[in-house]
């Protein structure tokens, strides 16, 4: 299946997107080599074209100038052919690196609820917007957040179990999407969710 996924996917690159603690990186990391694709960290890339880390972007700019920088990156990443891009938790919301994502990519949501996304950032302490009630200000990112995560091409539920499984939702996900030519569906809604909340 992971075959004829990389096979449709031509050209184009798998964009994860959702919020932090989701996944997008550990996930990634192990969905790439499943479909002979490069994995790229935006948030990596952002801090080393910044030689900054994104907590010191944050303090020393503000969030504007990192949004600006990370839309920048996003771009010149997806302009370098196919891959498993992983993205920060706010690049989606942002209009034109979504349709930048649209006309290059497919864009996979891991949905996640509440616990396991505190449990998860709360053992970092990398995440700026964070940093002061981190539940009050996640509830209020996933408010604004979600609604635009849910027009990603698939959604796949983030929950606690092994991230290979996880990976292989993702998989069966893409395969069974109409816009990949691999798909044996029917024509229908292209959005995708695979995954049980738990």
Same mark, same amino acid.
């Given at each position: 299946m992971a075959r004829a996924v990389r096979t449709a996917l031509g050209s184009r690159s798998i964009v994860l997107v959702g919020m932090p603690g989701c996944g997008k990186s550990a996930v990634g990391?192990?969905?790439?080599?499943?479909l002979d694709l490069p994995f790229v960290d935006a948030d990596e890339q952002i801090e080393r074209a910044a030689g900054q880390?994104?907590?010191e972007?944050?303090?020393?700019?503000?969030?504007a100038y990192f949004r600006e920088g990370e839309r920048k990156v996003i771009a010149r990443?997806?302009?370098?052919?196919?891959?498993?891009l992983a993205t920060?938790?706010?690049?989606f919301m942002i209009a034109e690196? !979504?349709?930048?994502?649209? !006309?290059?990519?497919?864009?996979?949501?891991?949905k996640a609820e509440m616990p396991l996304l505190l449990r998860r950032v709360l053992k970092r302490d990398t995440r700026p917007l964070l940093q002061n009630d981190p539940e009050?200000?996640?509830q209020r990112l996933m408010a604004a957040r979600y609604p635009v995560y849910a027009t990603a091409d698939i959604t796949v539920e983030s929950r606690d179990v092994p991230h290979d499984t996880i990976?292989?939702?993702v998989i069966e996900a893409l395969a069974h999407s109409p816009l990949l030519a691999c798909s044996t569906d029917p024509p229908g809604d292209p959005a995708v969710t695979v995954g049980e909340t738990s």
């Open positions: 990391r192990r969905l790439a080599p499943r880390t994104i907590t972007i944050f303090a020393d700019h503000g969030e990443l997806l302009s370098q052919g196919p891959q498993v920060g938790g706010g690049a690196t !979504r349709e930048n994502i649209r !006309r290059s990519g497919i864009s996979v949501w891991l009050g200000v996640m990976v292989n939702e």
